[in-house]
């Protein structure tokens, strides 16, 4: 997908605000923690390749709906790593937020990356402003109740809970969120963006419920195995992983199938079917996926 | 200040989304237990205030930028009473949200609270779209970091703290926020109104410190002398009762000397000398003070 290092610059330009020297130290320290060096920033470069299918007119406007979607994520990821929640050691191959820089901090961190995601896609639509307020409400279903993120982690306090509600919420959400937000940045219509977000969501999650239940540690920066520990919904634990990688295969052609009539419709079906590859490869399905099974056994 | 029935309802109104039946149920009750019933409502009243003095023409936009500020300052108190900062059993009379909830829900609910802040600030600009971005990078700075709320209540992890910044961070920013997106939502500037909001913020500070040191507990709906306990920076155990209040009375007067010229000035400087009032009555100099030495002592 798009440039890595584009993204990156505009991260770092939208974290620059917390790093003038003003402020609590430890809390800037902790917000860059969060968000650099990331993981692969797929979000992103997602909401840039729906923006560029689209033909994008306002790339400093797609540029900040990308960096906020991000943050977004990053912020999300901050507070599941929470001791209330995942109490998880490590992200990113390193000490997780709170590991590193203590609870409160990462509690403040979570809510200073959603506050400057917020603040980064407005500082974008200088140059479109009336493209504002439909971004800013995409962003916030994506991430707040009770459609986004926030409801899917809040599903996980519920007792009755429907499998596939959770994962849109928890991700499809946030992954629709980036496909509306690109077209919406470069001037489209966002409905027509919906259901790629959705179905590439369900496949990023489904992948990576296969990746906890088989992939090495080193190998994803985080520990495995956690979904099964904590009893968490995963189509890994419930499917088995052959079952997951079809069910995974499936959603990718859904996704391929659900982009919309646009100028660059034919790359970006071609840039999913290669990111997807990369997630989970196909050679999983022969050679890999009876060493894997053993492992997650 | 303006009728607070009007900004129940806007509250109401921001709320009603998550209200849907869609959605984690219990995430959704420990939203509405955050915001509602509410304490004071006294930075949203400021900010309408601001916009009625300023002439308000856009009174959708002035109450949606009202109800965000008061939104936002729902989350924080959720964020702050959570066991790894106050601890804090008992918020406007009732259980906390983490007590009430549990600490993952209360996590949520603060997070779920600043983007719907954000998104119901970007619905009421519907009327004025132009007004939009800055109104967004107001609120912005006014809750993250390095200036806001987040910086605010970071300050608390560090080792080195100066009183009055951590002060203005963490009470005065929103109230500047309160005071600069009133005036903005009525089309006017916002840096003349910045003033005005941080001396009221610092007085409101004073005025906690005051009534944590010395009030009675059920009089204020949360535990009393947790400054202290905590060892928090607070003027009242700094300067004393007696001193804490004169430093508070040369605040207000402070705070209605910053009002800047515009159609409404002069009912504004009468009402901040009249809510100034309620929140440390005159009366306390001379007859209360002594007393509420002894209890804080």
Chains 1, 2 share one sequence.
Not at 22 to 37: N, S, T
């Amino acid at each position: 997908m798009q440039s890595r290092s584009s993204i990156e610059k505009a991260l770092a330009a939208a974290m620059a605000a917390i790093d003038e020297g003003r402020g609590p130290p430890k809390l800037a320290a902790a917000l860059r923690h969060a968000v650099f060096p990331g993981g692969a920033r797929i979000r992103p470069q997602l909401c840039l390749a729906v923006a560029d299918a689209c033909g994008d007119d306002a790339p400093a406007l797609s540029m900040a709906a990308a960096a906020a979607v991000e943050l977004l994520h990053c912020a999300s990821l901050v507070h599941d790593d929470l001791p209330c929640f995942d109490d998880a050691p490590t992200r990113r191959g390193r000490a997780s937020v709170h590991r590193a820089f203590g609870e409160r901090l990462a509690v403040l961190a979570g809510d200073g990356l959603i506050v400057l995601a917020f603040q980064t896609l407005g500082q974008g639509a200088a140059v479109a402003p009336q493209r504002l307020a439909p971004l800013l409400a995409t962003l916030a279903r994506g991430v707040g109740a009770p459609d986004g993120i926030t409801a899917g982690q809040a599903w996980e306090c519920e007792s009755q809970v429907d499998l596939r509600e959770y994962q849109r919420a928890k991700t499809g959400a946030l992954f629709a969120a980036a496909t509306m937000a690109g077209a919406q940045a470069a001037g489209a219509g966002a409905e027509a963006w919906r259901a790629l977000g959705e179905w590439l969501g369900e496949a990023y999650q489904v992948a990576d419920d296969i990746r906890d239940a088989g992939a090495d540690p080193r190998w994803i920066g985080k520990p495995v195995g956690r979904d099964r520990a904590l009893g968490r919904p995963s189509v890994a634990v419930e499917q088995g992983l052959s079952g997951a990688v079809q069910h995974f295969d499936r959603l990718v052609a859904g996704a391929v199938a659900a982009i919309p009539p646009c100028p660059g419709a034919g790359a970006l079906r071609a840039l999913v079917r290669h990111e997807s590859e990369r997630l989970v490869p196909l050679a999983w399905s022969s050679e890999l996926l009876p060493s894997l099974a053993r492992v997650a056994a």
